[in-house]
DNA sequence: AGTAATAGTTAGCGAGAATAACTATTTAAG
DNA sequence: CTTAAATAGTTATTCTCGCTAACTATTACT
């Protein structure tokens, strides 16, 4: 009921700044922990290997993020390059501005109570 | 955050009966409503009105819907057969376990107030 | 009567994700 | 210490779901 209406609005703020949703949860994600593998991305996301691999190679050919040594010779750590990261806070921007407004009238503690619920959820699916 | 894993899982459910989240979330709307149109359903689920013609073609090539005269010569006024209905009703039996399990842990309360507040987002987002 | 608007369809495109089958590397077991 | 199993990632292929653009058919408005 809530899915289709925000992953159409933000897709085209995103759209503004040529990204797609699937870029756009993995910089966040690389942004919030520094670096991360495919197979990292790939839990947090829920999404099969493959579909991260793609996302991945796109978002090294724009040049947003690059591969550094792992523990091992088969993984294949990311991180942020220093445009990536520029890019990431430049798009927050425009984000942090939509949340606002679809967030509207929402208490900080309802967000905070959704929130908690939700990962809850997200628990009981993932056991 | 929720919705992958959520996708996944319910795929997986409705997998076991052939039918797709898409075609599942028609099935739901017609039973809750009697019929309607495929604007009417195209507002209900925010996609557009070639999306809907596609997934109804299949509902209909399925045997579970079936269209009505509406009001218009325009307008293909949709319900289930009673295929349709036996189906869904089948398929609800295995979605309403997953729910069940999915908020285990999750008060009544609890759940009527995330669905409160997430409509309240919704709003704004169509706003 | 002639133009707007509404309902639906067709054609074609692309994002996103899946599975199956593969390579390369590392870990574990006999 | 060598071989089997596990792990990380890639390639190829397929599917669903959704979109836009351009169309037909019907109805409403002026």
């Known amino acids: 009921m809530l899915?289709?209406?925000f992953e159409n609005r933000l897709n085209l703020e995103l759209g503004k700044h040529d990204l797609?949703?699937?870029q756009w949860s993995i910089l966040y994600y690389l942004f919030n922990n520094g670096s991360a593998t495919h197979v990292e991305i790939s839990n947090y996301l829920s999404v099969e290997k493959p579909t991260v691999t793609r996302t991945i190679t796109r978002l090294?050919?724009?040049g947003y993020v690059?591969?550094?040594?792992?523990k091992d010779r088969r993984e294949k750590r990311m991180q942020l390059t220093e445009?990536?990261?520029a890019k990431y806070l430049e798009v927050r921007?425009?984000?942090d501005q939509y949340?606002?407004?679809?967030?509207?009238?929402?208490?900080?503690e309802e967000q905070q109570e959704v929130i908690r619920i939700m990962n809850d959820i997200r628990k009981n699916i993932l056991k």
């Open 93 to 95: 921007v425009t984000v």
């Open 66 to 70: 690059e591969h550094i040594p792992g």
């Open 83 to 85: 445009l990536g990261k």
């Open 20 to 22: 797609y949703r699937a």
């Open 99 to 108: 949340e606002e407004e679809i967030l509207k009238g929402i208490s900080v």
């Open 60 to 62: 090294e050919q724009q």
């Open 3 to 5: 899915y289709r209406p």
